[in-house]
Nanobody, 115 residues
């Protein structure tokens, strides 16, 4: 019974910052992959940032200079530091974890950026 939970979303003014957290817990021996995705209304879910299978980091072009992903393997946790937020960053942000070849998704956390 694995569980993935995101937190840290909220309402922020343009130019502000938020830090999202994601923790995978339950009966899992280890997490092989963790990443952040987002989905705005009427749009598909897109990758924001991830630790790839080899541990390398990938960012979407739209956030590459403003967001930073980090992780704590021992805690099965991943974080997303978001700076210089823009209204177009408004979306539900989802965390994805992979354990034993199975994908687990959190329920998402809302990020709203106002002008």
């Amino acid at each position: 019974q694995a569980q993935v939970v995101e937190s840290g979303g909220g309402l922020v003014q343009a130019g502000g910052s938020l830090r999202l957290s994601c923790v995978a817990s339950g009966r899992i021996s280890g997490v092989n992959y963790m990443g952040w995705y987002r989905q705005a209304p009427g749009k598909q879910r897109d990758l924001v940032a991830q630790f790839a299978a080899d541990g390398s980091i990938n960012y979407a072009d739209a956030v590459k200079d403003r967001f930073r992903i980090s992780r704590n393997k021992a805690r099965n946790a991943v974080y997303l530091q978001m700076d210089s937020l823009k209204p177009e960053d408004t979306a539900v942000y989802y965390c994805k974890a992979v354990n034993a070849g199975i994908d687990y998704w959190g329920r998402g956390t809302q990020v709203t950026v106002s002008s």
